[in-house]
Each structure stands twice: as structure tokens, then as C-alpha cells.
């Protein structure tokens, strides 16, 4: 049974950081291709990060871009989402997903992942 599971979530400033993490288990992690997305109140979910199975290849949100950080590390089936120079705007619940394949192609669409995260909240206060 496949789980991923987020942690890091809460409440910060505008203009503070935090680090979001989703350990995953129960998939051969690294063959996978992984994403954050977001959902804020009201609002579809949207894709704001992709890493390939290796972390060597990166694609962003030009929402996030240059503000936010996404990396794995294999040996802990772990993937992570650094945001720095957080805004209001940036207020969501946040999923981990696993893509379908090893490299994040169309990483914006939903339907090109298989599993889920069950999300967590991040609030910026302003």
C-alpha cells in the first residue's frame, strides 16, 4: 500500500520560510517522478513543483519560481519543498504527488499522477 505522507505545514509571517516534507512508502521511489501542487480555499489545484526521479532535472510555478525549492533524497524516500519569501497569496493546503513516470512529463496536469499525499495546511499571515 502506497502512502505518502506531508509534514512541515503551519503558520508564518510573510516573508518567512518553511519546509515541507513527504516521505513516501510502500513504491519504489525512486523510479518515480514527484510534484507539489496546492490548493488554496475556493480553487483548483494547481502544479507548483516537479523533480525527475534523480534530481537532476527541476521545473517550477513562475508563481514560486526563485522563491521556492523542490529536492529528493532517494535513500530516505523523501521529497521536499523549501519556500522562502513566503506571501499571503502562498496560503494553501499542500500535496505531494507521484508522477506516472520517472521524468515529470506534463507536470502541470493532475492526471499524470497516481497517488496523493493527504495534504497539508500552510497559512502566511501578513
Known amino acids: 500500500q502506497v502512502q505518502l505522507v506531508e509534514s512541515g505545514g503551519g503558520l508564518v509571517q510573510a516573508g518567512g520560510s518553511l519546509t515541507l516534507s513527504c516521505a513516501a512508502s510502500?513504491?519504489?521511489?525512486?523510479?518515480?517522478?514527484m510534484a507539489w501542487f496546492r490548493q488554496a480555499p475556493g480553487k483548483e489545484r494547481i502544479s507548483i513543483a516537479a523533480?525527475?526521479?534523480?534530481?537532476?532535472?527541476?521545473d517550477y510555478a513562475d508563481s514560486v519560481k526563485g522563491r521556492f525549492t523542490i529536492s529528493r533524497d532517494n535513500a530516505k524516500n523523501t521529497v521536499l519543498l523549501q519556500m522562502n519569501s513566503l506571501k499571503p497569496e502562498d496560503t494553501a493546503v499542500y500535496f505531494c504527488?507521484?508522477?506516472?513516470?520517472?521524468?515529470?512529463?506534463?507536470?502541470?496536469?493532475?492526471?499524470?499522477?497516481?497517488?496523493w499525499g493527504q495534504g497539508i495546511q500552510v497559512t502566511v499571515s501578513s
Open positions: 510502500g513504491l519504489a521511489f525512486s523510479n518515480y517522478a
Open positions: 504527488a507521484v508522477h506516472r513516470g520517472s521524468l515529470p512529463l506534463a507536470w502541470v496536469n493532475p492526471t499524470r499522477y497516481i497517488y
Open positions: 523533480i525527475n526521479w534523480s534530481g537532476s532535472s527541476t
